[in-house]
């Protein structure tokens, strides 16, 4: 049976059987269309206004938004996902040292739109989504390709600007845990775009506020809860946003036992977008450095989620957030059984307890001058020598980004 549907509600896996114009007016050549990729669905959209799609062989597969509830806050991935298609299979398909140069450059166009819809939205002038869209899907392409790229270049981005650079963050971060979920692209583009915008609402805010030192005043605190209202307020001036990353915003702060705000709605109310938004945004604000606070490791912020599971974060989420980040997080620093001190660059999906590590120094020297990269899972079995594997985490006298970011990007 055709169903007459307009073509921004097109989602990927559906089959396009008429358009809105006869189909030698368009660029496919041949009649009919199935929706396999976010390029497939774009083309569509650049030509036609509305399409008919079959219904019968999509009603199982159409991708729906993420503002959907579950009944039970303690419920597992399975039943959170229920409703949304997360069967997509992601492989790596560029090493983090190949990957990392085109994440800095996503990075850094992402950044110059950032600040250019910041100081719109602080002088209450609307922006355009379509600055944001190339900017977002440089990202999400970047994590798709490897995901360890940008949670490698999280931990050591230099960018002074907290605001902007806790908005590319989260919308990387968004976008790769919905990779290690199995959501679509689209989905994940969805995600990263209500990761970008989480905390626009803050442009409204005073200078003197975001920028102070040390703690802030209840009163002062109370202020700071309104960016949520004053973001929700700028995107409803904006076209095209889709309601999932409104109710994204909405919801970031709202916690599992109905404690948070601006709403105080409990699990079952948050919509899923909200709750891996609240993750995303609490993990990834404790670990970078903030104008009154200094940050966490990896490893302290995912102990930290790990106590709110339950509490302030769904059970489910938060466990599945913790294994997407694995036993020794990309970019932790660690020492090895050998006694060398190396970073984390690349997770082994196999055996998260063996990933890829970049040598950092041995004997109490500096290695700034060679890029040595060691995969833990591929070690020769030797009788002679116990393979070499990772004795813990540091946590303090860690060494300074800087070097890491030389000895990664630029040595030879």
Known sequence: MLKKIPTNELRLGMYVSELDRPWT??????????LETTDDIEQVQEQCTYVFIDSDDTADNQAREFGIHTSNSRAGIREILNDIPHDYDYPVTLTVERELETAKRAYNLAAGVFHSIWNRVRENKVFNTTEIKPAIQNIVSSVIRNPDAFLLL????DDKDYNCRHALNSC???????????LYPEELVTLATGGFLLDIGKARMPEELLNKRGALSDDEVAFMHLHVTSGVTALNSVNDVPAAVIDMMKSHHERDNGEGYPAAIDGNQIPVYGRIAAIVDCFDAITIERPYKNALTA???????EEASNIDFQKGLSEAFTRFLGVYPTGAVVELSNGYTATVIEQNPADRQMPRVLLLSANGRTLDKKRIILDLNSQCSS?????IEISRVLTNNLPDTRIINKVIIHAA
């Open 25 to 34: 007016e368009t660029n496919f050549l041949l009649q009919g269309l199935l």
């Open 383 to 387: 009788t002679e020598h116990a393979p």
């Open 299 to 305: 490893s302290e912020g995912l102990h930290i989620i």
């Open 172 to 182: 990387a971060l968004a976008a790769a845990f919905g990779r290690h979920l199995g």
């Open 154 to 157: 999280r931990t050591i981005c």
